[in-house]
């Protein structure tokens, strides 16, 4: 069921912030019908407020059939496990006040229906247009991993994902626009604003009702546009002080006077240490003519330990920075970093230059401006 994950996959980032927020709690009722479940066991999986830990539902099918119920005081997009939590067979709905309705069948679980309240029934209709574009995109990815890059079969395959990627992206940015009260807009747009011209994320946050903007997730949003607007290509980086590995501070104006790449990162992100042996290719090649890296780590307190293993481990020659926090990082929310890996490339006069450049966009830019 790998697929029913890459459908959601960014959509899942979601459960992590409450939507809505209701005055006092309220009573739901979800039912399910899904065939060939028989007397198996369900689970939903979602984000605690409170706690902000997740939390887990569990009942058990009785021919197809199982029911939830209990009261909530705000709204959750969550996942939905059949037989077992780690099992990818799984779902999505919003967990809200309300009689909720769950039907479908365990061998097209990517069609599954939920229908009852409001948010589910608009969460449906923008699934009837989306789900067969995921589908037909997920085909393509499997057959552009089997062939080889820079040829004209993997150039018109890699022009086909990206149009069905656009067309996921117009739609969303078009239900936005068209549905600026939904919460369902609220979750498109933090999953979208990343990657979006921040006019266009600033326009459409701009849009939304004020109800939305006043929940967590948009403040979130509100904050996070407010960062990249401070960290846009051409204007000065902010400066910062932190601490290195042994606790002494660190600053980025340490480094004026030098192209920096300041570079974010954790020892659990494996995105983040794949990047590695290209970064040192990188920083060998450029560290005696004016540039160098500058590391800054997400990771929490009682993952000091780990987090030096690993620039141990991974043979990282450069400088690092982290505040080993216990829930924020200061200096990734002051550059409106989220997800990491996220790195800046930084002027010696402190002017950002680029951001997320790619090794070779990076290598052509030190090229040009070092030898």
């Known amino acids: 069921m790998r697929k029913v994950i890459n459908i959601c996959v960014a959509l899942c980032v979601m459960s992590t912030f409450a939507i809505a927020q209701i005055s006092k709690p309220s009573p739901y009722t979800v039912t399910g019908n899904i065939k060939g479940l028989n007397n198996d066991s369900v689970f939903v999986v979602f984000q605690n407020k409170q706690s902000n830990k997740l939390d887990t539902l569990s009942a058990v099918s009785r021919k197809d059939k199982f029911e939830f119920k209990g009261t909530t005081s705000g709204q959750n997009f969550v996942n939905l496990f059949f037989e077992n939590i780690r099992s990818r067979k799984m779902t999505y709905f919003y967990l809200e006040p309300g009689n909720i309705h769950i039907s479908g069948n365990m061998d097209s679980l990517s069609y599954v229906k939920v229908s009852g309240t409001k948010t589910n029934d608009d969460y449906a209709k923008t699934q009837e247009y989306l789900v067969p574009i995921y589908e037909s995109r997920s085909a393509l990815v499997q057959k552009i991993r089997n062939l080889q890059e820079n040829t004209p079969e993997y150039t018109a395959l890699a022009n086909k994902i990206k149009a069905k990627n656009d067309a996921v992206n117009d739609y969303k940015i078009q239900f936005i626009k068209d549905n600026p009260a939904s919460d369902i807009s609220l979750g498109y747009l933090f999953v979208l604003q990343d990657g979006l011209p921040l006019n266009l994320a600033e326009s459409l946050y701009t849009s939304l009702s004020e109800s939305l903007k006043e929940s967590q997730q948009g403040k979130y949003i509100g904050d996070k546009l407010a960062a990249n607007k401070t960290v846009a290509i051409g204007q000065k980086a902010p400066d910062f002080t932190s601490s290195d590995t042994t ?125």
């Open 247 to 371: 606790g002494a501070p660190i600053k980025l104006s340490d480094f004026k006077g030098q192209y920096v790449l300041l570079e974010f990162w954790a020892h659990w992100c494996v995105p983040c240490r794949a990047q590695h042996p290209h970064m040192k290719v990188i920083y060998d090649k450029y560290k005696d003519k004016g540039f160098t890296i500058l590391q800054y780590s997400v990771d929490f307190k009682k993952d000091e330990k780990k987090w030096k293993e690993a620039i141990v481990k991974d043979g990282l020659d450069w400088p690092q920075a982290s505040d080993l926090s216990t829930g924020r990082s200061p200096v990734a929310e002051l550059y409106g970093v989220q997800p990491i890996p996220d790195s800046f490339l930084i002027s010696p006069d402190g002017t950002i230059l680029g951001r997320r450049l790619s090794h070779k966009e990076l290598d052509d830019v030190l090229s040009k401006t070092l030898n």
